[in-house]
């Protein structure tokens, strides 16, 4: 099976604070995806990669960035955490099959104070 | 621009009745189609796809949906629902053009109650 792993379940950091959010995966998949998911506005992508040192801005990745400098970890860094960025983070990877299919972490929870 | 649009963000419903989740999508090409669903403090896991093929795709714990491309829906269905099925449900679709991204509705939270 597909194991994507996220380090943290749950994180409570203060405002200003550096905040890192790993992800690996075990399936050599090429494609790796951080979104953020809050109650009513569904999964909203933050970053993509499709290959090691390569990233793509998502939808919202203002206040967010990105390394993947080894293909099975995918890392979110939050620069100066806001309390606006209190939400549940996940993480996900597929294959390059071209169908899009997704296989996510557990996610990260996190509150910013 | 691509969207899916979940009408029901929230469906109550009584255990052992049958339920539908509704999910339209915008598109006048080929699609890929997903549901996920997530439990309580958990990731998504998929429930079932439609790549090609047979219109009715069945998934695991007894779901099911049909693809309609007249009218570009993909509703999910359980003729009897546990309160073991009480979870947010995601649909999602993705373009066969591209990179590939999953552009996911804001999901519905189906509530089972004995």
């Known amino acids: 099976d597909v194991k994507v792993t996220q380090s943290s379940r749950y994180l409570v950091k203060r405002t200003g604070e550096k905040v890192f959010l790993e992800c690996v995966q075990d399936m050599d998949h090429e494609n790796m995806f951080w979104y953020r998911q809050d109650p009513g506005l569904g999964l909203r992508l933050i970053y993509f990669?499709?290959?090691?040192?390569?990233?793509e801005k998502g939808d919202i990745p203002e206040g967010y960035s990105v390394s993947r400098e080894k293909k099975e970890r995918f890392s979110l860094i939050l620069e100066s955490a806001s309390t606006n960025q209190t939400s549940m983070y996940l993480c996900?990877?597929?294959?390059?099959?071209?169908?899009?299919?997704?296989?996510f972490g557990e996610g990260s929870r996190l509150t910013v104070l | 621009a691509q969207s899916v649009t979940q009408l029901d963000s929230q469906v109550p419903v009584f255990e052992e009745a049958p339920v539908e989740l509704r999910c339209n999508y915008s598109?006048?090409?080929?699609?890929?189609l997903f549901w996920y669903v997530q439990y309580p403090n958990q990731g998504l896991q998929l429930l079932l796809k439609y790549l090609s093929g047979s219109t009715l795709v069945k998934g695991i714990n007894g779901f099911e949906a049909e693809f309609n491309k007249s009218q570009t829906s993909f509703h999910l269905r359980k003729p009897s629902v546990h309160i073991s099925d009480t979870a947010e449900y995601f649909c999602?679709?993705?373009?066969?053009?591209?990179?590939?991204?999953?552009?996911f509705g804001t999901g519905t939270r189906l509530l089972v109650s004995p």
């Open positions: 598109s006048s090409v080929s699609v890929y």
């Open positions: 990669s499709y290959d090691v040192k390569m990233k």
């Open positions: 996900a990877s597929s294959p390059g099959d071209q169908t899009g299919e997704l296989f």
């Open positions: 999602a679709v993705s373009y066969p053009t591209g990179f590939q991204k999953l552009v």
